[in-house]
């Protein structure tokens, strides 16, 4: 086995980068029958919280020489965690390849071809109708092609749950005061993994909500075509196993969009696809489970920033077409043999 040295000035680089980072901001949403505050993890340096995994699992390479300087690091994703290792990598030196597909918005793929000398973007759709494992293959072809190249993977990195474990939560459960329910978009398990362990740690009677997409085939359900980024996934990653779940909201992703438009006029929050779907999840659990007497306090992260999602979830014509498609499936899965029941939830 090769015994690799850490390069001491990218450690100290990593270091001072991370240093220089403020928390998030917690703000309250005014509710009738909730308290209800979101973490805008969109107050990240690129916008999401993406920042979080992304510089943890950096600096983690590079105290354990895995990364050095010469290192081409080479990812999967549908955008923000490729805009994050884009930022932090510039800025550290570091040759890196994104491996992108359709669904990555048009404006992150044009701002990663800014930061990068190269992005790869797959086209073929995988045998569950998402690119996932398309973009996952390339990602193997290029580690063997690329000279000293090193892969994230961000699906299964503990450092990825170590960093929301560390510092996403570490803040939450500082400023929230008691969570009595924590709701958590679910895409490469990292964060529902690292912010639910520490979140059950400090108040265990906190009922961690998991929020999923349909088409995603995380907690068993059919795979189907998606359209928004960030949120759900057609493998089960590793990280959602060590995730503490104690209930499944699926959401559509009409509903999704539609919630965007009105968390965007009742609070002013313009946030990503992701966000309208925890935010969906909210309204519809709430709906089956009226609080009776006491206001429970209602945790979510707004994981970014709406200005990628112009020309989908904001768009008007997209939005329409968005529901016609989902209007056609409803048909035709009316005539397919029903799956109800036939979920796997992850558990620790």
Known sequence: MVQRHADKALVERIKQLRNGLAGTPLIPLEDDELNIVAKLEFCNPTGSTKDRSALWILEQAIVRGEILHGTTVVESSSGNFAL??????????????????????????????????????????????????????????????LPHAYWPNQYANPDALEAHYRFTAGELVKDAGVIDYLFVGVGTGGTIAGVSRRVKEEFPQCVVVAVDTEGSVIFGGPPRKRSIPGIGSSIVPPLCE???????????????????????????????????SIYAAIRSYFARNRPLGHRPTVAFLAADRGHAYLKTVYDHDWLQRLRAEDALHSALAQDRPSTEGEQLICTP
């Open 242 to 276: 060590q995730a503490l779940i104690d209930e499944v909201e699926i959401v559509s992703e009409v509903r999704a969009a539609e919630s965007c438009h009105e968390l965007l006029a009742r609070y002013g929050l313009f946030a990503g696809g992701s966000t309208g």
């Open 84 to 145: 994050a290792l884009a930022f932090y990598c510039r800025l550290l030196g570091i040759p890196f390849v994104p491996v992108i597909d359709p669904n990555c918005n048009a404006g992150t793929e044009e701002h990663l071809r800014t930061l990068c000398r190269r992005v790869e973007r797959v086209v073929d759709r995988d045998a569950t109708g998402g690119y996932l494992k398309t973009r996952l293959s390339r990602v193997q072809e290029l580690l063997t092609e």
